[in-house]
């Protein structure tokens, strides 16, 4: 049950709010509009008056409620009515006018209009116009002159809207921090509905905007890339000149004048303000940087593996900071995934945006590699060959947003955990729609019945304790092909093997032959041995027939293990 608090303000401000209330709507969506409650329990109700003018028992409804507004004359407060929609979720029952009746008592009582047993208080009425949700309305001087005491009546609705789900059984929301996107409004709702539009403006433009500054590298190339993709930008300038602010618009998104609407970006996420834009380019410099050659799509996967470490054993700002990246990787996934997986990703990335603010400040400094690998894959579209390089990336990203929601939880971020545990559902769809065939692809190039009971041998000597769920798991033909291809780039099974097993534990994963397989594809790839190795193990061909060979190279120390962490 979502209630949303509305201020007007000047002399009819109450008049617009009632022709509003019992009018068509914009969009003809008011059906049926009439009173379920009010302060006295006989106002007039200009929807069910059939033997008069409904024009007239509008004008003596706002009569009435004005009343005590009148009375003050020059006195009278700024704003003078509250009105507050309160909806209930789709999949709720219908309540009676008898339950809006109780729950409109309720959101005025908590919100300091109406105490409970106060005969002085503010007059309001609740006007039911649909079958899911209705409008409070009320004025803001108390019979006794005096004006409402309602602090925070923001998060006292929230509170009670909470209690009423419980009590009525309806669909439970989250207590929030304050840091979630603004909500649509019934008007931006309609419009999009009347136009037929899939989305309303403002949240295309929240995904637009958040795509570009996760593509950027200045500000320079931002603006760029979103007059590319039809966002107009204005900016708010100071004396100086200089830009404080900006707004975006969509060419085709207009009023009733035909001139764009602008959104602050402030009011499309809290960190879509032109500060924190900034703030977050400054951790991509411009510069170019030295890379090390290699599969862009390994590197990105070896920087996203640190995330679950830093969610772990990091300091709650540095953990905030890679909630950010990885809410800027997830944006950017939908535009280099495979055609089949595109439209999970985007609903990924758009239930994750939640996750990516708390009221943690982020500290970014431990961000710039993974940037840096999803943007050289934005940029540049290397090849996947066999669509490996994606699958193993989701598959981290994966273990990422399930550390993400194990850390909401513990810091009792109710709406983020949602958000993420949501955004985890469409990418295991995305990442079985990626993977599977890449693991068939893999199984139909399994090498001998020898080989597999050799490697069945290792896996017995280095995890007996996993070996039995690995071998009857369907993704070993998988294991066993990539294992054949690390030796024939000159690698130690055995070796290779442990250094996959000690990068994260198998406790928990939901197929350890799978998360085995990814981990030494990317392994053999990365270090592979140079021509030294090479040439040395074609001397040596005819002494290992039965042993696999060691690589020239010592291996490098492994990474840090994170926790368990369950493989969805």
Request: glycine share 6%; charged share 25%; proline share 8%.
């Amino acid at each position: 049950m979502i209630p949303k608090i509305i201020l007007g303000a000047g002399p009819k401000a109450t008049q617009r709010t009632i022709a509003y209330l019992f009018g068509k709507g914009r969009s003809n969506e008011h059906t049926d509009p009439h009173l379920v409650a009010s302060w006295n329990g006989f106002a007039p109700d200009p929807g069910r008056s059939p033997h008069r003018n409904p024009k007239d028992v509008q004008a003596q409804l706002v009569a009435q409620l004005d009343q005590p507004v009148k009375m003050l004359g020059d006195k009278a407060p700024r704003d003078t009515v509250w009105h507050c929609p309160v909806r209930a979720a789709p999949e709720d029952p219908i309540l009676s006018d008898g339950q809006w009746a109780d729950i409109a008592r309720r959101m005025v009582a908590a919100a300091g209009i109406a105490p409970e047993g106060d005969e002085e208080a503010c007059r309001w009425v609740a006007v039911r116009h649909a079958d899911d949700h209705i409008h409070i309305a009320a004025t803001l001087v108390r019979h006794d002159g005096r004006r409402p005491e309602r602090g925070y009546d923001q998060r006292a609705v929230q509170r009670e809207a909470r209690s009423i789900e419980a009590d009525y059984g309806l669909r439970r929301l989250k207590p929030g921090d304050g840091t979630g996107a603004k909500r649509l409004t019934s008007k931006e709702h309609f419009k999009a509905k009347r136009l037929g539009q899939g989305a309303a403006a403002r949240d295309v433009l929240r995904l637009r905007v958040r795509r570009a500054v996760a593509a950027a590298s200045d500000e320079a190339e931002l603006f760029a890339l979103l007059e590319s993709t039809g966002v107009a930008v204005r900016f708010k300038r100071g004396p100086s000149g200089d830009a404080l602010g900006c707004n975006f618009a969509l060419p085709h998104d207009t009023n009733d004048k035909g001139e764009p609407v602008f959104y602050a970006g402030s009011t499309l996420a809290p960190d879509l303000s032109l500060p924190k834009i900034r703030k977050s380019l400054a951790t991509t410099s411009p510069e170019p940087v030295t890379v090390r050659p290699g599969n862009p799509w390994h590197q990105a996967t070896a920087a996203a593996e640190r995330i679950p470490h830093h969610l772990t054993h990091g300091d709650d700002q540095t953990a905030q900071g890679q909630l950010v990246l990885l809410g800027a990787t997830l944006d950017l996934l939908p535009l280099t995934a495979p055609t089949t997986a595109k439209a999970e990703l985007e609903r990924a990335a758009v239930a994750f945006e939640r996750a990516t603010r708390s009221r943690i400040a982020a500290d970014l400094a431990s961000t710039h590699a993974l940037r840096r690998g999803i943007q050289t894959i934005w940029r540049d579209r290397p090849s996947d060959g066999d669509g490996s390089g994606i699958a193993m990336l989701l598959d981290t990203v994966l273990t990422a947003v399930v550390l993400a929601m194990h850390w909401h939880r513990t810091h009792r971020h109710a709406q983020q955990e949602a958000a993420a545990e949501q955004a985890l559902v469409h990418l295991q769809v995305a990442y079985a729609q990626v993977a599977e065939p890449v693991l068939t692809g893999l199984a139909q190039r399994a090498p001998s019945p020898q080989m597999k009971h050799r490697y069945a041998h290792h896996l017995q000597q280095a995890v007996p304790e996993h070996a039995e769920r690995i071998l009857n798991d369907p993704a070993w033909d998988a294991l066993t092909a990539v294992l054949a291809e690390a030796e024939a780039a000159g690698h130690n099974a055995t070796t290779v093997l442990g250094q996959a097993l000690d990068q994260r534990t198998l406790d928990d994963a939901h197929s350890p032959a799978r998360a085995l397989t990814w981990r030494i594809r990317r392994l053999g790839d990365r270090h592979a041995p140079g021509p030294r190795a090479q040439a040395a193990r074609a001397r040596s061909t005819t002494h290992r027939a039965a042993a696999p060979i060691h690589s020239a190279a010592p291996p490098p120390p492994p990474p840090p293990q994170a926790p368990s962490a369950r493989r969805r």
